[in-house]
């Protein structure tokens, strides 16, 4: 898949959107989402990195600053289907998955889908769900299926869970354990919008629902040819050796217990080409690693005792870590 300096042809209709390079389509669908989310291109840029790395993300933030918005907008900018499911204690994953009955007028099982078959599933409050609830999404977010009474059912492509949790309200809560947090491919923040962009947006919906207005921007088709361009962006031996350097530098890191596993390190890799391509290149430099890794990282590692108690954070450790692994020079990295 030819992607920045190579014009690629995209299908849309039957009709090739001739030129449109990879960086193009990707601006097209985040300037639509922010139609409707103001003041956070940063956070838009990276939820679509996200999806066309094929991870998953973990939106941690406090009530009403968009959140369930951004997950709709951006499946309705790629012609996509949303899901969405309400995390409670009582969610069963039936709820999530779907279940087989038995249906009467035909005298056999049928399987009734859940909300699960989806473009983008939106998990509202996820650590509010039982750990057997929860582990329901694992097999859908890692191998893009669910397993019901046997049969194993296909999930849509594009596929992204998109799931919230409020950090700052814990009673009622089962916090995710590691092997589920490792399943998510970004930690994002959307925060509060800032002076302007909430002017903006009380302008902007006060009268119309722009979100019930907004109109796809590419197709499906597209979204998945560029989901195998990401997969086409070349990463130098040396970016590789810089990947990996990183790994084990946070495995000996005074303030990390539990370092980088291997799947951090190939997503930071994915992540790293999505990034790329965005810019619109088709190699990855050391600044994709080093802009990506606060997002990919900073959920998955355990702090030690001594960082604690220096009241450091994680993102605050990966930093250090950045600092501490000399960056490859441009030349070898190209």
């Not at 609830?133 to 594009?158: F, K, N």
């Not at 080093?290 to 590692?301: D, I, P, W």
Request: proline share 6%; with cysteine.
């Amino acid at each position: 898949m030819a992607l920045a300096d190579e014009p690629t042809e995209f299908p849309v209709g039957g009709t090739p959107r001739r030129h449109a390079r990879f960086s193009e389509l990707f601006e097209l669908i985040t300037d639509n989402v922010a139609e409707v989310i103001q003041g956070k291109r940063d956070v838009i840029e990276l939820c679509l990195i996200g999806m066309l790395a094929e991870g998953h993300i973990l939106i941690e933030d406090v009530p009403g600053v968009g959140k369930t918005s951004l997950a709709r907008a951006l499946a309705a900018s790629i012609d996509g289907v949303a899901g969405r499911v309400q995390f409670t204690p009582d969610l069963l994953p039936s709820d999530v998955i779907g279940v087989t009955i038995w249906n009467r007028g035909t005298g056999a099982f049928e399987f009734r889908k859940g909300p699960v078959f989806a473009n983008l599933l939106l998990g509202d409050e996820i650590n509010r769900a039982s750990p057997k609830t929860q582990s329901a999404l694992l097999e859908a977010m890692e191998e893009r299926q669910v397993t019901v009474d046997g049969i194993t059912h296909q999930l849509a492509r594009p596929f992204m869970v998109l799931a919230t949790e409020n950090p700052h309200d814990h009673e009622g809560t089962y916090p995710l354990p590691e092997s589920q947090l490792d399943r998510f491919l970004l930690r994002l923040s959307l925060g509060y919008p800032d002076r302007e962009a909430e002017l903006t947006m009380l302008e902007v919906h006060g009268e119309v629902d722009r979100l019930a207005s907004l109109s796809p921007v590419v197709t499906g088709a597209e979204v998945a040819a560029m989901i195998d361009a990401v997969r086409h962006v070349h990463v130098a031996a040396a970016v590789r050796d810089y990947l990996v350097n990183l790994a084990h530098a946070s495995r000996k890191h005074r303030g990390i217990e539990v370092g980088m596993s291997p799947r951090a390190t190939l997503a930071l890799q994915r992540a790293s080409r999505a990034r790329a391509a965005m810019l619109g290149r088709n190699y990855v430099i050391p600044d994709d690693v080093k802009a990506m890794a606060s997002a990919v990282l900073s959920h998955r590692l355990q702090l030690s005792v001594e960082a604690q108690l220096q009241a450091l954070d994680q993102p605050a450790v990966v930093a250090e870590l950045l600092q501490s692994v000399p960056v490859p020079s441009a030349r070898s990295a190209g």
